[in-house]
């Protein structure tokens, strides 16, 4: 599903420049659940940034579903964000002025598929907000909140979930439910996960456990017991 090849990536600074990611190598196969740690400023926004093909990366190649995206235009990046990734960040990120069923209807309708309205009223279902449609953001729960971001990244059925400290901002059995969420629609989905986290325990639930030091990336034995 995912192949990093030689991945760097660098910041400019006033004086210099600020090496993020040195010669980065990472493989994941179809289906697997894999965490990304490392300390605060390590780099694990800026990895997925780059495999979510929002950014270029300064040096080395991404692949996505057998696909290069240095090799694709705006259009065709634009599309496979929009076909095959799904995204779920620590803040949220919902429209302020959407309701829920409208934040999670959102993709669909900008993907043009249709029965939008009903394919997201299942998914909310599924997140355990039946009943919570017409609300707006600033009505929800933190933890309601990211139920309704994780109904939004998996209501078109991605191939690649990536999450980045998705209970960041959550009381600890907030958070704790929220994983239990995402595992369980991943595994029911199939999808790909990538999970950014500086929780140990949430990372030994993944399949592997990749460790960001230095700007290098180290594979860890993550302890998971065999599906
Ligand atoms: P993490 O997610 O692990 O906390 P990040 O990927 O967000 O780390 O950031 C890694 C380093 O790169 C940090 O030192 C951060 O300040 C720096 N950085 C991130 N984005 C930018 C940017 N757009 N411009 C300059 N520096 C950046
Ligand atoms: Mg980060």
Do not use: W
């Amino acid at each position: 599903m995912i192949e990093l090849k030689n991945l760097s990536m660098s910041y400019a600074l006033e004086h210099g420049r600020l090496d993020v990611l040195t010669d980065v190598n990472l493989e994941v196969a179809d289906g697997d659940t894999v965490a990304i740690v490392g300390p605060s400023g390590s780099g694990k926004t800026t990895l997925l940034v780059l495999l979510a093909g929002l950014e270029p990366p300064a040096e080395g190649s991404v692949q996505l579903d057998g696909r290069a995206l240095d090799e694709l235009d705006e259009d065709a990046l634009a599309d496979l964000r929009r076909d095959q990734i799904g995204i779920v960040f620590q803040s949220f990120h919902l429209v302020p002025s959407l309701t829920a069923l409208g934040n999670v209807a959102l993709p669909l309708e900008i993907a043009g598929a249709t029965d939008t309205r009903a394919r997201a009223r299942a998914m909310l279902d599924r997140v355990g907000l039946a009943g919570r449609e017409d609300h707006y953001p600033r009505q929800l729960s933190g933890g309601e909140q990211q139920r309704v971001a994780i109904a939004r990244a998996l209501v078109h059925a991605p191939k690649l979930l990536l999450a980045d400290e998705p209970t960041g901002n959550l009381d600890l059995r907030t958070g704790e439910k929220i994983i239990d969420l995402l595992f369980e629609l991943n595994a029911d989905s199939g999808s790909t996960l990538v999970l950014v986290t500086h929780d140990e325990a949430i990372a030994r639930r993944c399949q592997r456990v990749v460790r960001l030091h230095h700007g290098q990336l180290i594979e860890e034995d993550s302890g998971a017991l065999p599906a």
